[in-house]
């Protein structure tokens, strides 16, 4: 009944991992970039590129050991044992690259777990230690370029009619999703953002937040499986149907 999408960085990670990385390898130019990209003067994909360009020639294990050191929700591994238990269908969707996620989820022992995200191929320079990173965009838009990963596609297709659509996130790219979602948790930017676009949403810091939620929503649950209470949110709804329509 539940299909729950999740944002990676700065949701499940502590910190935006994506943004941490390319500051300290592509430094002051990747700064650069990024305002380009939200003064709406390039696209999501294009500010990947050239962030990557940025950071040139990389010692891989430096960027392993970089990546080592990104700390998680901790909460988050209690979440995914509550999500197994429960029976609850979870995906993490993100902007992000899918080379730093994997390491992560790995690094805390949350494996068999579904993701879309963009893809960071880590190129050997003439069969050396040092690589160059380059990205690529299975899932991009072909309509929007203001995210280079779309999550409303990767919600849509993975959701039918009779699914309640939770979406977990924070940042500017879990904007777009939160308007076709029946139930939001959000904090820090998306939290304003919902608050603005009068979207309902329950606030959550950690995903400890998120697991008592469930637990006194499930507690609910009726003998034929319904849940007093929830139900789809008819704007998201409409979205929906809109985008279905090819609006
Ligand atoms: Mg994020």
């Known amino acids: 009944m539940f299909k729950i ?14 943004d ?7 430094g002051v130019q990747c700064r650069d970039i990024i305002q380009l990209y939200r003064d709406g003067a390039i696209s999501a994909v294009e500010c990947f590129q050239r962030e990557c360009d940025a950071c040139g020639v990389v010692e891989r294990d430096v960027l392993d050991a970089f990546l080592n050191q990104q700390e998680i929700d901790q909460s988050f591994v209690d979440f995914v044992s509550f999500c197994h238990r429960q029976n609850l269908e979870f995906t993490i969707v993100s902007d992000g690259m899918d080379y730093y996620i994997k390491q992560i989820l790995d690094k805390h022992g949350i494996v068999d777990t579904q993701f879309y995200a963009n893809t960071l191929e880590l190129l050997p320079v003439n069969g050396s230690s040092k690589v160059r990173l380059k990205p690529s965009f299975p899932y991009r838009d072909e309509i929007c370029d203001r995210c280079a990963c779309c999550k409303r596609n990767i919600m849509l297709t993975l959701s039918g ?17 939160a308007h076709y979602a029946d139930i939001v948790f959000a904090k820090d930017d998306l939290l304003k953002f919902c608050q603005k676009e009068n979207i309902s949403y329950y606030k959550y810091q950690t995903f400890s937040d998120v697991v008592q939620r469930f637990e006194k929503v499930l507690s609910m649950r009726r003998p034929d499986g319904t849940i007093p209470g929830v139900a789809k949110r008819r704007r998201a709804e409409l979205a929906r149907r809109e985008v279905f329509l090819g609006g």
């Open 5 to 18: 999408f999740i944002d990676f960085d700065g949701t499940i990670t502590r910190q935006d991992v994506g």
């Open 20 to 26: 941490a990385l390319f500051e300290a390898f592509g």
């Open 161 to 177: 009619d009779d699914d309640i659509i939770v979406f977990i996130g924070e940042g500017y790219s879990d904007r777009c999703p």
